[in-house]
């Protein structure tokens, strides 16, 4: 029956306990050596008193306390240098990505430029090429339209009043007409030798009876430097009536 109360007492023991019974055990040490010291020592101490040991469960909780407040400190620590470490990475991170996407944004431009550049060179070589291919059709449009005019008088004041229009020189077909029939008869070889003119070395030629020096004045550009060639000589005849008379229709005698 002993026994068993020797050990529930044992188990009943709780680390306070032990910790109590430790303290006193070795006051009780302290106390027995000082009662060791031999008779005739002198010593001014006869006998050790005991105190009494206190033990509180407040230090140990201010021990635990502290111990928890270190490792909450460096767990907070930790965790502000793996939030910081996480900050830089991601700003590396956004950095890296802003860069790649500058590098994309700019090459995404060189490459639309180029292609803007390609278009536009490509536009002006269809521009070049369709105005070559207009310029090619009006030349084979002039040609296969070239006119042409009958020879004899008909055909010879018509050519002339065409060439007259491209130079600004006025005057009618039945201007140069009636004109023709006065001075030649329409003959373009008809020649006076009896007036004073050709008393003068210089007689009138042609449809219209033109003197050397009137010719080569009011020659028209374009046409023959002959007095005899009917086109030529009709038209340096109305250049020299639109200077003189305003108009080869406002010539009605010699002129």
Same mark, same amino acid.
């Given at each position: 029956? *002993?026994?068993?109360?020797?050990?529930?007492?044992?188990?009943?023991?709780?680390?306070?306990?032990?910790?109590?019974?430790?303290?006193?055990?070795?006051?009780?040490?302290?106390?027995?050596?000082?009662?060791?010291?031999?008779?005739?020592?002198?010593?001014?101490?006869?006998?050790?008193?005991?105190?009494?040991?206190?033990?509180?469960?407040?230090?140990?909780?201010?021990?635990?306390?502290?111990?928890?407040?270190?490792?909450?400190?460096?767990?907070?620590?930790?965790?502000?240098?793996?939030?910081?470490?996480?900050?830089?990475?991601?700003?590396?991170?956004?950095?890296?990505?802003?860069?790649?996407?500058?590098?994309?944004?700019?090459?995404?431009?060189?490459?639309?430029?180029?292609?803007?550049?390609?278009?536009?060179?490509?536009?002006?070589?269809?521009?070049?090429?369709?105005?070559?291919?207009?310029?090619?059709?009006?030349?084979?449009?002039?040609?296969?339209?070239?006119?042409?005019?009958?020879?004899?008088?008909?055909?010879?004041?018509?050519?002339?009043?065409?060439?007259?229009?491209?130079?600004?020189?006025?005057?009618?077909?039945?201007? *140069?007409?009636?004109?023709?029939?006065?001075?030649?008869?329409?003959?373009?070889?008809?020649?006076?030798?009896?007036?004073?003119?050709?008393?003068?070395?210089?007689?009138?030629?042609?449809? *219209?009876?033109?003197?050397?020096?009137?010719?080569?004045?009011?020659?028209?550009?374009?046409?023959?430097?002959?007095?005899?060639?009917?086109?030529?000589? *009709?038209?340096?005849?109305?250049?020299?009536?639109?200077?003189?008379?305003?108009?080869?229709?406002?010539?009605?005698?010699?002129?």
């Amino acid at each position: 029956m *002993l026994k068993n109360t020797k050990n529930r007492l044992s188990r009943t023991l709780t680390n306070r306990h032990k910790i109590a019974i430790a303290g006193v055990g070795t006051l009780g040490a302290a106390a027995l050596a000082l009662s060791a010291v031999p008779g005739n020592a002198q010593t001014t101490t006869a006998e050790a008193p005991t105190a009494k040991v206190a033990y509180s469960n407040e230090q140990i909780k201010d021990v635990k306390g502290n111990v928890t407040d270190q490792l909450a400190s460096a767990s907070v620590k930790a965790e502000e240098i793996a939030a910081k470490k996480a900050q830089e990475a991601a700003a590396k991170k956004k950095a890296a990505d802003a860069a790649a996407k500058k590098k994309a944004a700019d090459a995404a431009a060189k490459k639309k430029a180029a292609a803007e550049a390609a278009k536009k060179k490509a536009e002006a070589a269809r521009k070049a090429k369709e105005a070559a291919s207009r310029s090619a059709k009006r030349v084979q449009v002039k040609q296969v339209a070239a006119k042409t005019y009958a020879n004899n008088l008909d055909g010879w004041i018509r050519e002339a009043l065409d060439i007259m229009k491209k130079h600004d020189i006025p005057g009618t077909y039945n201007g *140069l007409h009636k004109n023709i029939i006065r001075e030649s008869s329409g003959n373009p070889n008809a020649i006076n030798n009896w007036d004073i003119n050709a008393q003068n070395g210089v007689p009138s030629i042609g449809l *219209l009876q033109v003197i050397k020096p009137t010719f080569d004045a009011y020659h028209v550009p374009g046409t023959a430097w002959s007095q005899y060639d009917p086109v030529a000589n *009709l038209t340096a005849a109305a250049n020299y009536a639109a200077d003189r008379y305003g108009s080869i229709d406002n010539v009605n005698s010699a002129y």
